[in-house]
Nanobody
Framework: QVQLVESGGGLVQAGGSLRLSCAASGRTSSRCAIGWFRQAPGKEREFVAAISSSGGRTDYRNSLKGRFTISRDNAKNTVYLQMISLHPEDTAVYSC?????????????????WGQGTQVTVSS
């Protein structure tokens, strides 16, 4: 079992920044790949970024490269999503997910555990 808790969401003006955190717990949490996904109202969930268990490999949604950065601190069992130059279109509930085999993938159905999500609202 892996438990995930997201934090760091909130209201920010366009052009601003936020850093989301995903705190993982459970015996195998440090061996999990972690992905970030987001879902805006009325839209399907979409892949944002992912990082391997070691942190050595990352992947991003193409349209977000250069603005979003994923990282992890395995000593703290926490994965971060740094978001800069935020746009109103980035408004969504952001959720992190864990994949127990440690391999990154943009496919949500490949992830085994999910957090509850944190709301990010970007005002224009």
């Amino acid at each position: 079992q892996v438990q995930l808790v997201e934090s760091g969401g909130g209201l920010v003006q366009a052009g601003g920044s936020l850093r989301l955190s995903c705190a993982a717990s459970g015996r195998t949490s440090s061996r999990c790949a972690i992905g970030w996904f987001r879902q805006a109202p009325g839209k399907e969930r979409e892949f944002v970024a992912a990082i391997s268990s070691s942190g050595g490999r990352t992947d991003y949604r193409n349209s977000l490269k250069g603005r979003f950065t994923i990282s992890r601190d395995n000593a703290k069992n926490t994965v971060y999503l740094q978001m800069i130059s935020l746009h109103p279109e980035d408004t969504a509930v952001y959720s992190c997910a864990a994949r127990t085999n440690g391999e990154i993938t943009p496919l949500a159905l490949k992830y085994d555990y999910w957090g509850q999500g944190t709301q990010v609202t970007v005002s224009s």
